[in-house]
């Protein structure tokens, strides 16, 4: 069998995070390409060879790229691949690109001939699957309402100067996450009818400075066919859906581990049941990491838990990615017209966000 090697693009915490996954899945990186000198110097020193551009990677001819840069620079980063490796595959971290870089992106993808993937990994959970095929197949149930809850206390993060978006605000960070996992529940998931949407300012605790619009995201609205749907991020760790079983308290800024994900799809079946099924996404407290759970309620009362259940979401989606780049046939596991229009779902959600203060660094 073929070795399977990779050029990583950025040298940050995603992409280390992507090293020890891929290494895996049997992936073999051959270069870093980082412009950063701390960053290069860190890659140096693991081992790696380390380039500052795309065109000296280029001569390895990987199976694939691997971006993994922050999002203005995705753009340029892929323009400058398709330059140097004209039929590369390449996989590029969501979200895809910023909204003002869609119409460039298309024309330079226009007569791409090689295979370009987004890192959509929750496209690929076992638990979204799950709930899916309980609601839709095993109970046929009419859905009615989806929540979505993405939180984790970020202060050490924003401190560092990481995660801030004056694009998208608190939705910059999850928000392409919470979008896509509507988008794989509903045929229907493009907001038809915004009915709130607010952002509140992150305050320092020490300094009691603030970074306008990253502290929390709250947006409700309907889909076309009458689905409203509930999307709700917080970076100050206030959780905000306590569901049974595995909901846990606030996180606090000392911890660096917790996160609280979940999903939870609202509907009625053919006898007029009501029915919530909850999906808990990893990491939960009560498991090991990469060990989600799920449980399903009928008119309010508790029927079926199936935990714990593993759902490691980046291992699941790197195993379709490396189909899709070895295998003639294998499907897109996240196609970059659906990576589009996550970004332009998003922009239409925070276009009247205000930017009146001005951010201020800690």
């Known amino acids: 069998m073929p070795e399977i090697t990779c050029v990583r693009v950025g040298y940050g915490s995603v992409a280390q995070i992507h090293e020890r ?24 020193n693991n081992g790696f060879t380390v380039f500052n551009s795309c065109l000296e990677a280029a001569k390895f001819n990987p199976t694939f790229w691997d971006v993994c840069v922050s999002t203005d620079q995705h753009f340029k980063i892929i323009q400058n691949i398709i330059k140097f490796a004209p039929q590369a595959n390449i996989l590029v971290e969501k979200p895809i690109c910023l909204f003002s870089q869609i119409p460039r992106l298309i024309k330079i993808l226009a007569n791409f001939p090689g295979k370009i993937t987004v890192n959509e990994n929750y496209a690929s959970s076992t638990i979204k699957d799950m709930v899916e095929k309980i609601a839709f197949k095993d109970l046929q149930i009419h859905p009615q309402k989806i929540v979505v809850e993405f939180t984790k206390n970020r202060e050490l993060d924003f401190t560092r100067g990481r995660f801030i978006d004056n694009e998208l605000g608190a939705l910059g960070y999850e928000g392409s996450h919470m979008v896509t996992l509507i988008s794989e529940l509903l045929e229907e998931f493009i907001p038809h009818n915004i009915l709130q949407t607010t952002f509140s300012d992150f305050i320092f605790r020490s300094s009691q400075q603030c970074l306008d619009n990253q502290g929390s995201a709250y947006i409700q609205y309907k889909t076309p066919s009458g689905v409203e749907i509930e999307l709700y991020t917080s970076m100050m760790g206030k959780i905000k859906y306590s569901y049974p079983l595995f909901s846990i308290k606030d996180i606090q800024y000392e911890d660096q581990d917790s996160k609280y994900r979940l999903l939870a799809l609202y509907g009625v079946d053919s006898h007029n049941d009501q029915y919530c099924i909850v999906g808990f996404l990893e990491p939960i407290h009560f498991f090991n990491r990469c060990y989600g759970a799920i449980y399903v309620a009928k008119n309010n009362k508790i029927e079926k838990i199936i935990a714990p259940l593993c759902d490691d979401t980046m291992i699941l989606h790197f195993q379709k990615v490396l189909r899709y780049f ?37």
């Open 326 to 362: 070895q295998q003639g046939e294998a499907e897109n596991p996240y196609p970059i017209e659906k990576g589009i229009k996550v970004v332009e779902i998003l922009h239409n959600l925070t276009y009247k966000m205000s930017f009146s203060k001005s951010l201020i660094a800690s």
């Open 21 to 44: 996954k891929m290494q895996e899945c049997g992936v073999k990186t051959v270069a870093i390409v980082e412009t950063n000198e701390q960053k290069a110097l860190q890659a140096k």
